[in-house]
């Protein structure tokens, strides 16, 4: 039986350039674990906001069509009994909580549900013991990790006990380990409390698995609907990459039932692993050593009132290479960006970035030759449209007015000159950010987190960008979590673990026989070939798919 019933659901937004959401259709059966997918600005956010009854009543705009959860009209519930029928996690935890502890912030619903002392004390430490996070019961929100504050912010949701659970990209913040250890708490939630649960997420690789259907949006629209391997193949045909890493590798090398998790890939694999076939260059090892433009000497830094960041950190960043920087959250990776920035200066030892100390460098100055692009665009984005932001930019830096035609060339900006940064997509954001940073024409580009909340095709985008700007003799530093995507674009690493340096290399070297950092393609041909990218890993089955056939 349905729980969850959407008929004609239309939305736009006030001052929306269009629909959305559009004609959608939908019906959710109790206890149903429901993904969906699809590109950024394609209706899934707007669709969790109306599951969780945001729309219209704190979005405003045009609504449309009827939206049920247990035969009752979400529009017509008041807040006590939504946040009863529908609980809702976002992807930013911070942005979410509100008390100062960890039991504070799991009560603070239910004070507003009017619950007794009694019953409260009850349901938090029920929900608290369910997620493991009894032990936390009185720690600071802020001290915790990002994995663990994602965890209160469910916690507090699921302590009202709503028949619905949406959550909408909650593991684009958290690092690998991070996102299974939340991925696995959902799993739990469905499989042993019946928990129906609807799934917004771009990170595919770790949860296609787990659904029981998979819905994909595109343009506002329900494009796909169906069993996880039914969608993956019709995303395939159609040419869309929504699909995980391993589905999509066996897809398009043209095998008819793709399978979804690196276990099953193995098992294919090994049957093929003895066929005749080339070997695939693998991710770029560089051209050989590559003198340093920057390095960090025995730093060590402790942030006032709080964590010991770097601890007797070194290493030299190679010059005009892109190079990614893994670690857990906390491990140091956006620290190190702030240090090579001059942002920071080191309580302990030395920075040296373009061959000068950066104690002796004003900030202000360096940001024309070291551009640092926080995780979050909007932090750059102050114009009323494109062309003026990149103006301001430029009159901030004090470089001549051709470098804003530059850029707009160079980012492919130029449709987007009249619209408000405001009013666009993530990865347009992320885009005209990392334009308005270029203006001042830097050496060194230093990005923490940029595919954060990026779909497949806005992830490419950038990935063909940073490589163009590496060929023109830039240096670009990218922290991430994102292993898919390094494995792709970057041709060095580093490793950062408890604020020192773990490892670092080409990357192919880094990735070699690891587990934890490591990208889903390498997992999946580990021991079997020296495979980290989808490309690689397609020409790697062609190959042996064709002799195997031909036998």
Not at 125 to 131: H, N, Q
Not at 445 to 467: C, F, I, M, S, V
């Amino acid at each position: 039986m349905a729980l969850v019933e959407i008929e004609n659901l239309n939305y736009r937004y006030p001052g929306g350039r269009g629909p959305a959401l559009s004609g959608i259709n939908l019906r959710v059966d109790e206890g149903e674990f429901l993904l969906v997918i699809g590109p950024s600005g394609g209706g899934k956010s707007s669709l969790g906001r109306a599951l969780a009854g945001l729309l219209p009543r704190f979005h405003g705009g045009f609504f449309g069509g009827r939206l049920r959860c247990a035969g009752r009209d979400l529009g017509a519930l008041q807040p006590r009994e939504l946040a009863r029928t529908v609980g809702i996690v976002f992807q930013d935890p911070e942005k979410q909580l509100i008390a100062t502890t960890v039991e504070r912030e799991v009560a603070f619903g239910l004070e507003n549900l009017g619950l007794g002392r009694a019953e409260m004390r009850r349901r938090v430490a029920e929900v608290l013991d369910f997620l493991g996070l009894g032990h936390l019961r009185d720690s600071p929100v802020h001290t915790l990790s990002g994995g663990q504050q994602q965890k209160v912010c469910l916690a507090a949701a699921l302590a009202m006990r709503p028949r619905v659970l949406v959550l909408d990209e909650p593991t684009s913040q958290l690092d690998p380990g991070g996102a299974e250890d939340f991925l696995h708490t959902l799993r739990r939630l469905n499989e042993e409390l019946g928990t129906t649960i609807v799934l917004i997420e771009h990170r595919l690789e770790r949860c296609f698995h787990l659904a029981d259907r998979v819905v994909l949006l595109d343009g506002g629209k329900v494009l796909l609907d169906g069993p996880p391997a039914a969608v993956a193949r019709g995303a395939v045909a159609r040419g869309l990459p929504f699909v995980p890493a391993v589905t999509g590798v066996f897809a398009r090398a043209g095998f008819a039932e793709p399978p979804l998790t690196v276990r099953d890939g193995r098992r294919l694999l090994r049957a093929l692993e003895s066929a005749p076939g080339v070997s695939p260059g693998g991710a770029g090892a560089g051209s050989g050593p590559a003198a340093p433009v920057a390095a960090v000497k025995k730093v060590w830094y402790v942030y006032p009132d709080g964590p010991e960041a770097l601890r007797d950190c070194s290493w030299q960043v190679p010059g005009g290479r892109l190079v990614a920087v893994f670690g857990a959250n906390g491990a140091g990776k956006s620290t190190l960006l702030k240090h090579l920035a001059g942002l920071l200066r080191p309580n302990r030892g030395t920075v040296t970035v373009l061959g000068r100390d950066t104690r002796a460098q004003n900030p202000a100055r360096m940001a024309r030759r070291v551009a640092f692009l926080a995780q979050n665009p909007g932090d750059y984005l102050f114009g009323d449209t494109v062309a003026g932001e990149l103006k301001f930019s430029r009159r901030r830096l004090g470089v001549q007015p051709g470098a804003v035609e530059a850029v707009f060339r160079l980012l492919g900006l130029d449709r987007l000159r009249d619209a408000n940064p405001r009013d666009l997509s993530v990865g347009e954001r992320q885009l005209v950010a990392l334009g308005a940073l270029l203006v001042g024409g830097p050496e060194i580009l230093l990005l923490d987190e940029p595919t954060r909340g990026l779909d497949p095709a806005w992830k490419q985008r950038l990935g063909r960008t940073l490589k163009d700007l590496q060929a023109q003799g830039k240096t670009v530093v990218v922290a991430t979590h994102d292993i898919d995507f390094a494995a792709e674009w970057a041709e060095e690493a580093v490793v950062l673990s408890g604020g020192r340096v773990a490892g670092n290399g080409a990357l192919p070297e880094v990735l070699e026989g690891a587990l934890y950092y490591n990208s889903q393609v390498g997992r999946m041909f580990a021991g079997i070939a020296p495979v980290y990218t989808v490309p690689d890993a397609v020409r790697w089955l062609e190959a042996r798919h064709r002799a195997a056939a031909a036998r």
